[in-house]
């Protein structure tokens, strides 16, 4: 029985699938990825009844089957229903579309094969590599060691290694798509250096990349024709029509106005961006040290009471270890008052006025006024329960509950952390991943500890931060923590021209060396900003400078009314790792933080992610009780009616709050 055509559908994303196919007792005949990625369906009825699960795993199957190393097949033309001869003839006299591209397309790469990598490839991807290869080079081969480019997204050598044997690779050049995409865009062989794959491979790469160094392409001096896009300027007909303009004819537009475009003057970052120059001088005495709000203090780094304040701190980290989050409060708040008090205690007459100090501490400080130390910190310092609970919490992703939990199951030792997480740290550092997650927001600090479970970011990264734990703990210099900046910032204003940042956290307060390192960067436009910190942790990871990633959010609205203070800004929590061109680059992985800002909030962010936690607490507390408005890192809200408060400087928000201006390295009220 003859079959009678019904239907030749155009399907823009797979994902329409589901909607076209429904209700349609059909079945797929054949299926390809045109010039435009586009799903061609040739569609006819019969008397098989399939079910619609039935009818999209056969669509779905024939798809995935042409998008392997076998050429793409097209559906047979659709004869015209009209019953004129003369569209009849005109249809048959146009030669077939696929020629037609041919005639009038030049390749960019006639000279190179290709192999593609299919692993970390979407589907789309490896259609769209598939038909650039298939236009624009020599071809794309089934075997790695017949090609002269490799072509993958992986970037770590041992996961690569499971799809090219490591000696084959060495002999090829190892680029990412992007080379491929970019180098049919410019209609010649880009150099490799600047898209290879896996850093290891960067000299093999350079050696046998087939640009203009290498191998004679289109783009000599002699022939100007050829460096010129390999594009007619007329339209080329489109398999099937389509309102849309094919992929290869918007390549050729696109290229032909980079070409035609003047240099691109950056526009100048807004002056209230920018930090004050020269920075403000804090009026110190106007500062109280017997104000009850750290914000309202002048907070040093280093004070004239520093042995009693590591004295005291010991009790407070062993109060909140052991979950009794109210005393630790108290004895952070009387860390706090002693940190900025400007004259060495010599007798308790001296502190029995101070805010915050109560009978049992005042009795510690008589003690430690007495002996020089303080019998209960000493006792506590020396407990192999305290050994124990701080060594595991300094694991990131671990927090007092899950510490405890650890040490009630009778684990002692990192060794024993590794045995129970089944880390291996070697294989932990050979591996690479970004890990994106929803972010559940923190408790408040006197809530914390009263709960059983994890309060840390999942066994995942715990395992990440514990197999990586040696490199971690290492502190990082000033000098380094710059230098990341810089290079941070340099592959920012690649993506993104005019963005702004700072440095923040224990560096900003004037710290000699950090345990890890955040940055808070805007831009002055503020739709430029959103997706900003994912574009560039996946350009990072590529470029193999973040190893490990873990998305935390995006932007949420800001909401006045939350209980608790973990910021709705859109950030990042990342390992990086020095690139080779650096002097600092020793191999050993750091922490870096990163946070997007919107502009109207970047200030807040800068404040809120500066610290310390004590000077953050008593602002938020400040604004509450002084003038009912809601201070955190994403913005000032005023809470009966929900107004939000955008100042333009960092001097202008305590301003706002009715605050004297304190900086950065006066803002040091804890440890």
Request: proline letters at 7%; a positive charge.
């Amino acid at each position: 029985m003859a079959e009678s055509w019904t239907s030749l559908l155009v399907v823009r994303k797979p994902a329409h699938l589901k909607r076209m196919l429904s209700g349609r007792p059909a079945k797929a005949l054949a299926v390809n990825t045109g010039p435009r990625r586009q799903l061609h369906l040739a569609l006819h009825h019969d008397d098989l009844r399939l079910t619609q699960q039935q009818q999209q795993q056969r669509v779905l199957l024939q798809h995935y089957r042409s998008l392997g190393h076998m050429p793409f097949k097209r559906p047979a033309p659709v004869p015209h229903q009209g019953t004129e001869s003369g569209g009849e003839s005109e249809s048959s006299s146009r030669p077939p579309p696929a020629k037609q591209q041919k005639t009038s397309m030049q390749k960019a790469l006639p000279d190179t094969t290709v192999y593609i990598v299919q692993a970390k490839l979407d589907v789309g991807g490896i259609s769209e590599l598939f038909e650039l290869a298939e236009h624009h080079t020599k071809g794309a081969c089934r075997n790695a060691m017949d090609a002269d480019v490799i072509i993958t997204a992986i970037a770590m050598r041992r996961r690569l290694e499971r799809h090219v044997p490591w000696d084959i690779a060495e002999t090829k050049a190892v680029v990412t798509p992007a080379w491929l995409r970019d180098s049919v865009d410019h209609g010649r062989a880009l150099p490799c250096g600047d898209y290879v794959a896996i850093q290891d491979l960067l000299e093999t790469t350079v050696e046998h990349c087939p640009d203009c160094n290498c191998k004679p392409c289109a783009c000599s001096d002699g022939d100007s024709e050829a460096a010129t896009p390999r594009f007619e300027a007329k339209q080329l007909p489109s398999p099937l029509s389509s309102p849309s303009t094919p992929v290869k004819q918007r390549a050729m537009s696109t290229s032909t106005k980079k070409e035609e475009k003047k240099p691109v003057v950056p526009q100048p970052v807004p002056e209230h961006l920018l930090p004050p120059d020269p920075p403000i001088p804090t009026n110190l005495a106007k500062l109280d040290y017997m104000s009850r709000y750290a914000c309202q203090r002048a907070s040093p780094l280093v004070c004239p009471n520093q042995a009693l304040v590591r004295e005291l701190d010991i009790i407070r980290r062993s109060r909140d270890l052991e979950g009794e989050a109210r005393s630790a409060l108290s004895y952070e708040r009387a860390v706090s008052i002693i940190k900025a008090y400007p004259h060495e205690i010599r007798s308790l007459k001296q502190v029995e006025k101070l805010p915050f100090i109560g009978v049992k501490i005042t009795g510690l400080i008589e003690e430690f006024l007495d002996t020089g130390k303080i019998t209960e910190a000493q006792t506590i310092n020396a407990s192999e329960r305290f050994q124990t609970l701080s060594l595991f919490s300094s694991i990131y992703g671990i927090g007092p509950s899950t510490a405890i939990r650890l040490y009630n199951l009778g684990l002692r030792s990192l060794n024993d952390l590794e045995v129970y997480y089944g880390v291996e740290p070697e294989d932990v550092a050979l591996q690479s991943q970004i890990v994106e997650v929803e972010e559940k927001p923190r408790k408040p600090a006197w809530q914390r500890g009263q709960h059983k479970g994890d309060e840390g970011l999942g066994d995942s990264w715990t395992r990440v931060a514990l197999g990586l734990r040696e490199d971690l703990a290492k502190k990082i210099p000033r000098a380094e923590v710059e230098e990341m900046g810089r290079v941070v910032m340099r592959e920012l204003e690649e993506l993104e021209p005019g963005c702004v940042s700072t440095i923040v956290g224990g560096y900003r307060r004037g710290k000699m060396e950090s345990n890890d390192v955040d940055i808070v960067f805007t831009h002055p436009d503020p739709s430029k900003v959103k997706g900003l910190c994912k574009r560039l942790v996946r350009k990072l990871h590529e470029r193999g400078m973040v190893t490990h990633v873990m998305h935390l959010s995006g932007f949420h609205a800001h909401n006045a009314l939350r209980t608790h203070h973990w910021d709705s800004l859109e950030k990042a929590l990342t390992v990086f790792i020095m690139p080779p061109s650096s002097p600092f680059h020793t191999g050993v992985r750091r922490r870096l933080d990163l946070i997007f800002a919107v502009p109207d909030v970047y200030w807040t962010a800068v404040i809120g992610w500066t610290g310390s936690i004590m000077f953050q607490r008593d602002i938020r507390q400040w604004a509450k009780d002084k003038h009912g408005m809601k201070f955190d890192s994403s913005g000032i809200t005023r809470r009966y009616d929900s107004k939000e408060f955008f100042p333009k400087t960092e001097k202008e928000a305590f301003d706002l709050l009715g605050l004297e201006w304190v900086e950065p390295k006066w803002r040091n009220a804890d440890l």
